[in-house]
């Protein structure tokens, strides 16, 4: 059998957010999800390192893809390959994490349902038919992780490493994945850190924005699938 698959969801989301990816790739491997939930990245990694297999696939968004990479910078050696969506490598901007702050505020005085609408509001998502759908799921998501979860989680993004030297000496193989309406990690961020990384490649979906693999889940499963069966992509 091919080696495990460890989903690491992103910022206030359950195994649900890579539903329709575990049911198609975990018919012939084994698949794990790690749902993120310390104050930050190192933590987290730490954490994911200390239960982790050797072989193994990554799969992380957002968050997870932070978390995911500090676990390559940690045991390179037990990574296979690397799967990120809408990741993005450098620490947070101040005003990024300055405007992350306010909605932090907003989670303590009861408006967690405000603070995530700002989070992933409905224009970072692509237009079509699903995108209210695809919305319901990320709120009910986030509402049963609850505010405990999402002030730790706010602060990991905030105290995020710089993992260009990750990338930079990395050389598994990676695929990034991103969604060209992503208003939240943009398009260049991505770009950026696919350029820093010798073996990797870029896939951009023109139907999706932060939240591919609910927004347009058949691209991005085959996509991975892709990926898994022939890895050693150079650019």
Do not use: W
Not at 142 to 150: D, I, R
Not at 217 to 231: C, H
């Amino acid at each position: 059998m091919a080696g495990p698959i460890l989903f690491l969801p992103g910022l206030m989301q359950d195994a649900r957010a890579f539903l329709p990816q575990i049911v198609a790739l975990g018919q012939g491997r084994m698949v794990q999800v790690f749902v993120c939930d310390d104050d930050t990245v190192e933590k987290l990694s730490a954490q994911v390192v200390y239960g982790m297999q050797t072989d193994v696939t990554l799969i992380g968004h957002g968050l997870g893809g932070n978390v995911a990479l500090d676990v390559l910078r940690r045991a390179p050696e037990r990574v296979a390959r690397l799967i990120l969506l809408a990741t993005d490598p450098l620490p947070e901007p101040p005003q990024v994490a300055a405007d992350r702050e306010a909605r932090m505020v907003a989670a303590r005085a009861g408006r967690l349902k405000h603070a995530i609408a700002e989070d992933v509001p409905e224009a970072a998502l692509a237009e079509g038919p699903d995108r209210a759908q695809v919305l319901l799921l990320q709120r009910d998501m986030a509402f049963g992780l609850g505010e405990g979860v999402y002030l730790r989680q706010c602060k990991a993004l905030q105290r995020r490493p710089d993992q260009q030297k990750v990338l930079r000496t990395a050389a598994t193989p990676t695929l990034f994945i991103a969604g060209a309406h992503d208003r939240v990690v943009p398009l260049r961020r991505q770009e950026f850190a696919r350029d820093l990384m010798p073996k990797s490649v870029l896939k951009v979906l023109p139907d999706a924005g932060h939240l591919p693999m609910l927004e347009d889940p058949e691209a991005v499963t085959g996509a991975i699938s892709a990926f898994l069966n022939d890895p050693m992509i150079l650019r």
